[in-house]
Every structure is written in structure tokens, then in C-alpha cells.
């Protein structure tokens, strides 16, 4: 039955969500709830089985108001049942609840008042979503923040980790499927089967249930699918039956689960299981790892709730229309209508009806609220006397269905022959079976009995204490979400645990497939052989559904008071809120943000409402926070990764003897280490002086001539005439000679091992040059480019910047590249475009001039070119040998290529980008490619990409054309190139030449082609695979510590944005300002608390295993439980004075009349310690006793000489307890600095004790004794000496 007027649910309902009032509800309502003490706002309901809500705002689209038909109407305006809904409220409702069955069998004649109007009292818009996304950063601390990405990241660890470990299970054919002869890939085959039907089950309902009031015309063209399963269930009352056949599937769905997905008995997966023998894994767990992931089945669990039910309720919440256009969920709509038409379930009309006559009468119903109380059942049964036959029959056949399968349920965990207890504990099954059934019972009805009261006069509830105590829990401080959310994780682990107790024991499935004499009747119940009873549950599922959730909704709806006076209630409410706050199925959040990108769903307001389309911006506050998630994660793991590889770098050049080939130049590691960072430096300045010089161009000078005048030095010198090109291929050139000197020096040796690490480490980070290519990208290169883009102006006002402009612009003089200006005119020409010039036209002899150095420089080229292809063609390079001389030339050439194209790319597509969009579609390829490179975010992903992907192949044909230490150190010109001498070789060997070919052929004639033909340039298919290759390394996050460096690196530097000195803008701060610099803070702020927070918990660890081990003074002179009483006696004993203190001085000018009644300890310890100068002489006597307790505490904890505890290295022993570190950081953490945070602002609370009364007491006799009163002595002097009166 649905909410009345009165307050309350009329009539029995068998998953009705609806509150009361529903048809009285205006406006004002919504402003009037705001005040009560009962706050109903932000509530989600959701599904009373196993489907929650983990609940997001969606805006309602209110231009495609649904209209109904005027029999809907007027069933409606007849019935007390009916609830005036609008399409608001149930979008509202369905977007709030992904599934609900809440309104899961609703017992009323129209499916379109399942949902609950008043219980979702906010309707956001799409700017109020961005609103929400945008100012959530700044309404919430980083501490806030950091904490929700702690909790999605390990979700995500844990999530994987269970995945891990329950697939490990089956594989290794340790699962129950063995017992069913199901092999490993058909096992693991029906259990992605079984998971994906969930998923579409989970979701789905919410979705049908939220567009009931939606016209299927609206979207019966965009959407046919999602027509069909909505027509379908709208009709007369086949969402009631949808919904009763639907609960029976879920049940039998998690049944099938755990009976294909159980770990049988003794299950350890350190151990490969195989039909013939057993063999040792990888996996090398600890015994309690398998105990509690397989034996209990946890890694079961929360696998089943985050990827078969949270992921897709999030996304069905806001997708409903996306979610169910598919032919998945019409046949899960047929299958559950086939299941509640065929009468299995019919037993639970009874129960309504029996429900809707004794609610009829019940007072706390009001009067009149029975009329059509089962209508839902009488619906059913129809107006036929066939029809009425047809299902009286069916109720009678399902009756007897239930009590069989209720008795072979229990007989069979009499006679021990269920999954967990035998025989002799069959008393305690029993036990355990009801009380768990009673337990999800009130979980299924607990929600609706809640939502049953949302507007009952407050007034009325409080005169019932326990279900006023209980709503208000459930309402206040934002508790129902995450009641939802654990209320579903706990129903599903409980689920799990009565499939568990029902289905039958692996020995028994085995007497069963070995039937004989004496064995096979070994399972029986009632007669019965064990080959005719099902053995995954399925009994035990039929009666779960009934008696243990449907009925249950039917109590709630129908005495709700009654239903929340339960003083167990409150208790589970309690743990539901403790399991979502634990966050261990937060990886939801993760896994429905990524699948909404991927499969590209939208919220229904944009084709309801011809909204704008979402694409991969957050929406949300969740969906902010979990791209922060990502953001931490990708910052988080790049940094570690950052300081492995400069590690393992410095590392093989520091090394004694050396492991890097600056050792076959005869260089010193000393001075190896030091040319790597200036070579690194130079790179820095080189990368990100660029941008600046071209940023810079249309700035007027006079506007930083007086602030930054070495900036004026290099923007003069460079935007003189043609300097800015010039300038453009001399750097080119010293970018790429950098890399190669980086690479000559830097390079480990073969064998490099410097700190022992696995071989295939070795391999990738030393052998692969990883570590060398990361470390030189993020410190050399993308670090200085980040700072640069916004500080132009002072990250050019030094000397070496000026320094690498005159170099740059003095190697192009010197016309060693000149031959990319023959390449220029050759294209230009092609073009027939005319080289534009900022300088008069050169004289003749300017002319003799350049044309000798065009010459001179298309020779050198051409050498170039010819030792480069000998050296690799000879098997002289850095990488093959001769006889793979064929290969290591075509990898150079295509690898020059590939480097060309992503030069010429940026070049072209930036001259397109203002090419008219008809022009472009013209050319198909370089449309698709433009489209890929400038959508969202693509274009800063795709440079970022680029420069990753550009700098590791450039080092990689530097280790092509690198040439061996063996020609290098020849005696004769034997072994050298062309046959030149010693001295020749050894600057062929520096691979100078190599850069000179990268630099004209794989780098400036590119951008020139690019330059000259764009569109074709951007024809070339190649472009896109390129472009997805850049997109993926930058989402990657391999190179994302660069933005952490650069964000440290600004404020130390002391770096201002440009608009601080050109716009007169105010100065910046370490504040972050943009949100990756929130995101790098909260990165940080997270790293830093969860170092922390495990360097205490390992300290603690150490102290107490010290002490236990009686490897203390007191510990072993006396016990080990004395000393650690009396230490943590002594903790807390210094945290009550630490705080302490800092409560008494603080409350010195407040008037303890003003608490003296709210605090009355507080006020005794304030009397007592500012009366006189006895706040003084507390302060003297504290003192003592602080360091008085240390002292003891040293004694509690310091270890013996020699003490070793938890087998750890004599390193990590001499830290943490030869010097005492775990002692002192325990002590500081704990008995000080937490104290201190919390009485810093709760003075009053703080000290409102007899232990604080105790202490101040103590510290006055302290000092009363006369103990310390030569600190006065010192005083007195002082003030002699000052002339200060005391």
C-alpha cells in the first residue's frame, strides 16, 4: 500500500518506498522540513533487497513533464493508495536510488506512483551539478579531500586484490564449481554471465521504475529498446510482477554465485591444485589472507557488490534510458514476468492481504486509509471467477511450495548436510539461519518503515522514543546515503552467508555423484534421494525471498511505528554507517565513472530535455572526487617512480668502478654526475626558454623593461628581424645534441646492477634506459615548461638563459643547418607560397654568404647521413650487432618517421584550426584527426604525450647510432669508420653527427612539409594511431610528477605569473590557485598522512612487542602486562596535561560563571588554577610532571641493550629501538600532539574531568613542596638584571 495523507502507509505494501502526504505536498513543504529537528534532506531510498542508491542529485527534466492517461488519473484521484507523483519526483527518486525496491512490489492497480514524491526534496539542474563540482574544492578542506581519495584508492587495491584472489580460487580448481565437474574457464565463464545479469538486474528495476511517468513517445525513437521494457512493465500490473519476479532472481543469481564461486574447505591458493597433483604458486600468502578472502568468502562478496550491484545503480541513477536500451534487460523483463506469472511467489499476496486487514483496523493507520488497501492483490486475482481461480491456485500451489522448502531447509541443517555446520552444531544452524533471516528481514523493511514516517508530524514520533531515536539517526548529518550503501553491502554479505548455510557440503555432493550401497542415500531428507534436491540453495532462496525479505516490506509498510520502535534498529543502522565509512566498496564510485566514459552515457535530460551533452568533465561532487582519486593516484605513482629512477640512475653512475658508459670516455663518476645536471639544467632552460621568447612576442617591452631586465636582454635579442626563427633551429639543434651527450654519458653498462635489484628491473630501468628517459623528461624538460607557460617573464631573467639564446642563435650562423632552408625554399616553391621576412632583402654578398653555408651544410648532411647508416650497417651501434644490421636500419628510418610526424603535427594542426569546419570535412582523415586532437582536454593530453613519446625515441636513435667502446678505444684505424684516424673516431663516437640527422631529417623538414601542406599533412592515417599512442602515455601519468615539482618549485623560486607584473594583479602565494594545484596539495597532503599514519602504527608495533617480549627495564624486572598498563596509563596521563594546559590559559579571559553549570569540572579547574598566582605555580609544578612522566615512560619502553623484536633488520632495529625513535614518536603522537589539536578548540569539553582536576591538583603540590622553587631564585635575578618587576 502506498502513503496517505495521514502520515503513514495504508495497506500492505510489499516494497512500497512512498512516504505519507504525498498528494498534499506543495512548495512549501520543502522550505518548511529545513528547520525540523528531523533534517529529510538529500534522502535516497533505495531498493529494499539488495539495490541501494549510492546516490546522486540529477536535475529533472522539467519540460517533458509526463503526462498521464486520464484512466491513470482517474484510478489515481479513486484511490487512497495512489500518490499524486510528478515526473520530477521520479526521476528524482530513480536518480537518487539506481534501484528501489523500495517501491519493489507495489500493491497498488498503476505502476506509476511506485515511487515516494516527498522523500526527494532536491531537484538540481546541470548548473547546480557544475555549481556543485566546481565550488566542492573550495568548500572542503584538503584534509576532507584526501581522506575521500585515501578511501576510493584502496577500495580500488582491495577490489583488485579480491578479484585477484577469487579467480586465483577458481583456476586452481579450489572453488565449488569442481564439485559440479564445471571446468575452470566455464566456471569463470558463468560467473561473468552471472555478474553481468546482475548488473542489468540491479540497475534496471530503478530505471523502469523511474520513467513510469515519462511518455514512452518521448524517447521511443531514440531509445526502441528502452521502449519496449518500459512498455511492457507500465502495462496494468506488470511492475508489480516484474518487481516480485525480479526479487527471486537476484537471490537465486547471488545463490548461483556462491555456488559456483566458493572456496571449498581448506582452499590455499599458495598452492596450483590440478586433478592429478599440486604444486607451489606466486602467490605466497599468509594463512589468515586465505581464512578470511576465500574461507569466508569476502573476496566473493565485495566483487558481487561492486561490479554486479553499486557500479551500475550509480550510473542507472542519472542514465536510465542509455541503461536498459538493450535487449539484456527486455529479457530479464520477460524472465522475471515468466517467474511471478508461473506462482511460485504467490504466497506472498496472502501475506498482503492478511497485512492489509489487520493494518485496515490499526489506529496508527487513520481512519479510511484501507480502501483498496490489496489492490495490488486483487489486481492479481481479477474480476473473472476464472481468473480469480487461476490465482487462488497458483497462491495455494506456492504455499506448499514454500512450507517444502522451509522444511527441507531446516531438516537438512538438522541432519548437518548444509555448506558450514554439521551434524553436532545443528542446533546453532538453525539458530544462525533465523537470526540471519530475521536480520536482512529488518534491512528490507527498515527503509520503508523509515520513509513510511518522513512526514509524520514530528510531534506524533516523539511520543515514540525508540522510532523517533531511530528516524532521526537515519536522517541527520547526511547519515542516509551511507546508511544505504552499507544497509546493501551488509544485505549481500548476509545473503552470501545463508547460500552458504543452505547449499549442501562438497562431501555430500560427492556421496551424491558416487551413489552406491551404503553411500549414496548417505543424503536424504524426507526420503528423498540427494540427486533430486537441488544442491546450490535453491530452497533456501525461495524461502529467503519470502519470508525473509518480502514479507518483512509487508510489516513495515503496515505498522512502521511499530516496525522502528525495534531497538535493533538503531544497531544496525549503526554498522550499515560504520561499513560505508570503512569505504570498502567506494571502487563503485571508480568503476561507474570510467564506464560512463567508455560506453558514452548520458543523463536522460539530454534527450528528454535537448540538453547539452556531457562529455568527460565531472558532473558531481563524486565525480570530482574520484577524478581527484585519479589524480592523486597518477601523481602519487609517477613521483615514486621519478625518485626510483633517479635513484637507480644515479645509482649506475655513481657506482665504484662505474656502470654507466661515461667510464669509456674516461670520466669520472664525480664528474659524470655533475655533467648529467648541468646537462639537465641546460635542457630545463633550453625547453621552457622557448615558450617564453615566443610568448613574449606580443608583449610590449617598456612593461617589463625596469623589472626584468635580462628578460628584455633576451626578448630584444631574439625578436630582432628574423633572430625568432634562427634562434628556433639553433636551440632545435642543441635540444637534440643534449639528449645525445645525456645519452653518451648516461647509458648503464651491460651487467649494470647497482643495488641488486631483479634481473627484468634491471633490464627495463637500466638496460632500457627507462629511468634515464623519465628523469630527463620530468626534471628537464616538462617541469621547466609548466613553470614557463605562466612565469615567462621570471624564468627568462637570468644570465643562462640569455647565454642559450646566443648559443642557439650562434649555431645557426654558423650554417651547420642551413640545409633545412634549401628544404624550405623546395616546399615553399611547391606551394607557391612566397617565405614571409621581417629583414630587407640580403645584399649580394649576405647572399654568396648563406647560399655557402646552404652548401657547406647539405654536405655535412650527407656525411652525416653516410657515417650514421655505416656505423648501423657495420654493427657498430649502440644496439645490434652486424647481423641484425638490416633490422637496426629500417627501426632508424621508421623511427625517424615517427619522431617527423610528431614534429609536423602540432605545426599543422594549429594552421587548420581556424580552416573553416566545410573546407575540413572535405578531407575525411585530416578531419577525424583534427576532431581527435582538439575535443575536451585532448589537446594539452596530447603535447604533454607527445613530449614524452618524442624524447624516449630520440634517445633511442641516440642508442642506435651511438658507436661501441670498442672502435672508441682502438689503437689503429683498423676498426674506425671510413678508415679515419683515432682522434676522428672518438668524435664520430660522441654523436654529433647523429644529432645533426635528427635534427634536419627528423625534425625541422617535417615541420616545414607540415607547415606548407597541412590538410595533407593531417591525411595521413598514421596521425591517429600516433595521437591515441601520445593520449595514452599522458594518461598514463608516467611524467605527471612534473606538475609537482613545478608546483614546490614555484613558490621556492619565488616565480609570479605574468599578470603580477603586466596587469598589476595581486602576488601569489604557496595557496594553491588552479585545481591540479589542489590536486598536487591534496597529492601531497595524502602521501604525507598515510606515511605517517603507518610510521606510528609500525612504532606502536615495535614498542609493544618490545614490551611483551619482556625486553624492557620494567617489563623484565616486574611483567610485561604491568608495563604496559602502566605505559599507557602514562600516555594518556601526559595528553590530559599537554591539553590540559593550553585549556587553563586559554579560558584565563573567559568568565567560568558562563559555563559553570555546562561544565562543572571545567569550572573547578578554572577556580581553582586562576585563583592568585596559581596558574603560575601550576605551570611550574606541570612542568616537572611532564618530564617526570617521560622519564618513566622511557623506562616503560626502552629496550634492553641487544633487543631485537618482528625479526627485523639490525638497521631498522637499531632505528626504532637501539635509538628509541618508535618510543619517541609514539610518545609525541599520541600523548601530545593529538591532545593538544583537540583542546586547542574544545577547551571547555577538554578539561571537563576529574583526571584534569586530579592533575592540576597534583602540579599545585608540586610545586607547594618546594621542590622547584629555585626557578624563583632565577627569576629574581633576572629581574635584578633587567630592571623587570616580577
Request: hydrophobic fraction near 45%; aromatic fraction near 10%; proline fraction near 2%.
Amino acid at each position: 500500500g502506498e502513503a496517505t495523507g495521514s502520515g503513514s502507509g495504508s495497506g500492505a505494501d510489499l516494497g512500497s518506498s512512498d512516504c505519507n502526504g504525498v498528494g498534499k505536498e506543495d512548495d512549501d513543504d520543502d522550505d518548511d522540513d529545513d528547520d525540523d529537528d528531523i533534517s529529510y534532506e538529500d534522502h535516497a531510498v533505495v531498493d529494499a533487497d539488495v539495490d541501494v542508491d549510492v546516490s546522486v542529485d540529477v536535475p529533472p527534466p522539467s519540460s517533458h513533464q509526463s503526462q498521464q492517461s486520464s484512466s491513470q488519473q482517474q484510478s489515481q484521484s479513486q484511490s487512497p493508495l495512489r500518490t499524486r507523483t510528478s515526473y520530477k519526483h521520479t526521476r528524482m527518486f530513480a536518480s537518487n536510488n539506481g534501484n528501489v525496491d523500495n517501491d519493489d512490489i507495489n500493491g497498488t492497480n498503476s505502476s506509476s506512483e511506485v515511487v515516494d514524491a516527498t522523500t526527494m526534496r532536491r531537484s538540481a539542474s546541470n548548473e547546480d551539478l557544475r555549481r556543485e563540482a566546481g565550488t566542492t574544492s573550495s568548500s572542503r578542506s584538503i584534509l576532507s579531500m584526501g581522506w575521500e581519495c585515501f578511501k576510493y584508492l584502496y577500495s580500488m587495491i582491495l577490489l583488485l586484490f579480491c578479484m585477484t584472489l577469487f579467480l586465483a580460487c577458481i583456476f586452481t580448481h579450489q572453488s565449488t564449481a569442481a564439485n559440479y565437474n564445471l571446468s575452470p574457464i566455464g566456471a569463470f565463464c558463468l560467473f561473468c554471465f552471472l555478474i553481468a545479469w546482475l548488473f542489468v538486474m540491479e540497475g534496471g528495476q530503478g530505471c523502469l521504475v523511474g520513467l513510469q511517468l515519462v511518455h514512452e513517445r518521448i524517447y521511443r525513437t531514440s531509445h526502441p529498446r528502452a521502449y519496449l521494457n518500459a512498455r511492457i512493465v507500465n502495462e496494468n500490473d506488470n511492475m508489480e510482477r516484474f518487481i516480485v519476479g525480479r526479487q527471486f532472481l537476484v537471490i537465486c543469481i547471488l545463490f548461483l554465485i556462491n555456488m559456483c564461486g566458493s572456496a571449498i574447505e581448506g582452499a590455499d591458493i599458495n598452492m596450483i591444485t590440478t586433478t592429478t597433483q599440486s604444486t607451489q604458486s606466486q602467490f605466497h600468502l599468509p594463512e589468515w589472507v586465505n581464512v578470511v578472502f576465500l574461507q569466508s568468502g569476502v573476496a566473493m562478496m565485495i566483487t558481487t557488490v561492486v561490479l554486479g550491484q553499486l557500479t551500475s545503480q550509480v550510473n542507472a541513477a542519472i542514465c536510465m534510458l542509455d541503461f536498459i536500451n538493450n535487449y539484456f534487460m527486455l529479457l530479464t523483463t520477460y524472465v522475471s514476468l515468466a517467474i511471478e506469472w508461473s506462482g511460485l511467489l504467490h504466497s506472498v499476496y496472502l501475506v498482503q492481504y492478511a497485512f492489509s486487514r489487520l493494518s485496515r483496523s490499526d489506529e496508527e493507520r487513520g481512519a479510511g486509509s484501507g480502501s483498496g488497501a490489496s489492490s495490488g492483490a486483487s489486481a492479481n486475482s481479477g474480476s473473472g471467477i476464472f481468473s480469480k481461480i487461476w490465482f487462488w491456485s497458483r497462491v495455494i500451489m506456492s504455499c506448499t511450495i514454500l512450507c517444502f522448502s522451509m522444511a527441507v531447509t531446516i531438516q537438512s541443517l538438522l541432519l548437518g548436510q548444509g555448506g558450514i555446520f554439521t551434524k553436532t552444531s545443528s542446533a546453532w544452524a538453525i539458530v544462525v539461519f533465523f537470526t540471519l533471516m530475521c536480520i536482512i528481514g529488518i534491512m528490507e523493511g527498515l527503509q520503508i518503515a523509515a520513509f513510511a514516517l518522513i512526514n509524520l508530524p514530528e510531534e506524533t514520533i516523539r511520543q515514540h522514543t525508540l522510532a523517533y531515536m531511530n528516524c532521526k539517526l537515519i536522517f541527520e548529518n547526511q547519515h542516509l546515503r551511507p546508511f544505504l550503501i552499507g544497509r546493501q553491502i551488509l544485505v549481500t554479505a548476509l545473503m552470501f552467508f545463508v547460500a552458504r548455510i543452505t547449499a549442501l557440503t562438497s562431501e555430500d555432493i560427492n556421496d551424491i555423484n558416487n551413489e552406491g550401497e551404503g553411500e549414496g542415500e548417505a543424503l536424504q531428507v524426507f526420503g528423498l534421494s540427494g540427486r533430486l534436491l537441488p544442491n546450490g540453495g535453491l530452497f533456501g532462496a525461495f524461502v529467503l525471498t519470502i519470508l525473509g525479505s518480502l514479507a518483512w516490506r509487508i510489516v513495515a509498510s503496515s505498522f512502521p511505528i511499530a516496525f522502528m520502535s525495534n531497538p535493533l534498529v538503531y544497531v544496525i543502522v549503526r554498522i550499515c554507517i560504520l561499513i560505508e565509512g570503512s569505504g570498502i566498496c567506494s571502487s563503485c564510485w571508480v568503476l561507474a565513472r570510467v564506464q560512463k566514459m567508455m560506453t558514452g552515457w548520458q543523463p536522460d535530460e539530454v534527450y528528454l530535455e535537448n540538453a547539452p551533452k556531457h562529455g568527460t568533465e565531472p558532473m558531481t561532487r563524486q565525480e570530482e572526487d574520484v577524478d581527484r582519486c585519479f589524480g592523486v593516484l597518477r601523481y602519487g605513482y609517477s613521483l615514486a617512480l621519478l625518485v626510483f629512477c633517479v635513484a637507480v640512475f644515479m645509482g649506475s653512475i655513481l657506482a665504484d668502478g662505474g656502470m654507466s658508459t661515461a667510464v669509456n670516455y674516461n670520466l669520472s663518476a664525480l664528474g659524470a654526475f655533475f655533467l648529467f645536471w648541468f646537462l639537465i639544467c641546460w635542457l630545463a632552460f633550453l625547453e621552457g626558454g622557448q615558450g617564453c621568447l615566443v610568448g613574449l612576442q606580443a608583449v610590449n617591452k617598456d612593461a617589463y623593461s625596469e623589472s626584468h631586465p635580462r628578460s628584455l636582454k633576451c626578448t630584444r635579442l631574439a625578436h630582432e628581424g628574423d633572430n625568432m626563427e634562427r634562434y628556433i633551429v639553433g636551440r632545435q639543434f642543441l635540444v637534440v645534441l643534449v639528449l645525445f651527450l645525456i645519452n653518451m654519458i648516461g647509458s648503464a653498462l651491460v651487467g649494470a646492477d647497482p643495488f641488486g635489484l631483479p634481473k627484468w628491473m634491471n633490464d627495463i630501468f637500466l638496460q632500457g634506459g627507462v629511468a634515464m628517459v623519465v628523469t630527463t623528461i620530468v626534471i628537464g624538460q616538462l617541469t621547466s615548461q609548466i613553470n614557463a607557460a605562466i612565469c615567462m617573464l621570471d624564468f627568462m631573467n637570468n644570465y643562462f638563459v640569455l647565454l642559450t639564446t646566443y648559443v642557439s642563435l650562434a649555431i645557426e650562423w654558423s650554417g651547420l643547418l642551413h640545409t633545412v632552408y634549401l628544404v624550405q625554399y623546395a616546399f615553399g616553391k611547391i606551394s607557391g607560397e612566397n617565405l614571409e621576412s621581417k629583414e630587407p632583402p640580403r645584399s649580394a654578398m649576405r647572399n654568396i654568404f648563406f647560399w655557402a653555408r646552404v652548401l657547406v651544410s647539405t654536405a655535412i648532411l650527407c656525411f652525416a647521413l653516410a657515417v650514421t647508416f655505416e656505423t648501423i650497417l657495420t654493427g657498430q651501434g649502440g644496439v645490434w650487432g652486424e647481423d641484425k644490421a638490416t633490422s637496426a636500419m629500417i627501426v632508424f628510418l621508421v623511427v625517424m618517421c615517427i619522431v617527423g610526424i610528431m614534429e609536423g603535427i602540432q605545426i599543422a594542426a594549429f594552421c587548420l584550426i581556424n580552416l573553416p569546419e566545410e573546407e575540413l570535412r572535405q578531407h575525411t582523415i585530416a578531419y577525424m584527426n583534427c576532431k581527435l586532437i582538439f575535443a575536451g582536454q585532448h589537446l594539452q593530453a596530447f603535447l604533454i604525450g607527445r613530449q614524452i613519446f618524442v624524447t624516449a625515441l630520440m634517445f633511442f636513435v641516440a642508442k642506435i647510432t651511438t658507436i661501441g667502446e670498442v672502435e672508441a678505444n682502438e689503437d689503429t684505424i683498423a676498426g674506425t669508420i671510413f678508415g679515419v684516424s683515432k682522434e676522428a673516431q672518438t668524435f664520430f663516437n660522441t654523436g654529433f653527427l647523429a644529432a645533426i640527422v635528427m635534427t634536419v631529417i627528423g625534425s625541422l623538414a617535417w615541420r616545414i612539409v607540415a607547415s606548407s601542406f597541412p590538410l595533407a599533412f593531417m591525411s595521413n592515417p598514421l596521425i591517429y594511431l600516433i595521437v591515441r599512442i601520445c593520449l595514452f602515455l599522458e594518461g598514463t601519468g608516467i611524467c605527471s610528477s612534473a606538475w609537482i615539482l613545478a608546483r614546490f618549485a614555484k613558490p621556492a623560486i619565488g616565480y609570479q605569473p605574468d599578470e603580477v607584473y603586466l596587469d598589476g594583479a595581486e602576488e601569489q602565494g604557496k595557496e594553491p590557485i588552479t585545481l591540479r594545484d589542489m590536486n598536487v596539495d591534496t597529492t601531497v597532503t595524502v602521501v604525507k598522512y598515510l606515511y605517517s599514519f603507518a610510521l606510528l602504527i609500525f612504532c606502536v608495533t615495535v614498542v609493544m612487542a618490545t614490551i611483551f617480549t619482556e625486553q624492557t627495564q620494567l617489563a623484565s624486572a616486574i611483567h610485561s602486562v604491568f608495563a604496559f598498563v602502566l605505559f599507557w596509563f602514562l600516555i594518556c596521563w601526559l595528553a590530559m596535561m599537554e591539553g590540559g594546559q593550553g585549556c587553563l590559559v586559554g579560558l584565563q579571559a573567559v568568565r567560568n560563571s558562563v559555563y559553570a553549570e555546562s561544565h562543572p569540572c571545567t569550572f573547578k579547574n578554572t577556580a581553582l588554577a586562576h585563583k592568585g598566582d596559581n596558574m603560575d605555580r601550576f605551570i611550574v609544578g606541570r612542568q616537572f610532571l611532564v618530564v617526570l612522566v617521560i622519564f618513566l615512560i622511557n623506562m616503560c619502553g626502552a629496550p634492553n641493550a641487544g633487543a631485537e623484536v618482528l625479526g627485523l633488520p639490525s638497521s631498522v632495529t637499531t632505528i626504532f629501538l637501539g635509538n628509541g625513535v618508535g618510543m619517541m614518536i609514539t610518545t609525541i603522537i599520541i600523548g601530545q600532539l593529538t591532545s593538544q589539536i583537540n583542546a586547542a578548540v574544545c577547551m571547555l569539553d577538554f578539561i571537563n574531568n576529574y583526571f584534569m582536576l586530579f592533575t592540576t591538583y597534583i602540579s599545585l603540590a608540586i610545586e607547594f613542596s618546594g621542590l622547584l622553587h629555585s626557578v624563583y631564585l632565577v627569576q629574581i635575578g633576572v629581574s635584578k638584571i633587567t630592571g623587570e618587576p616580577i
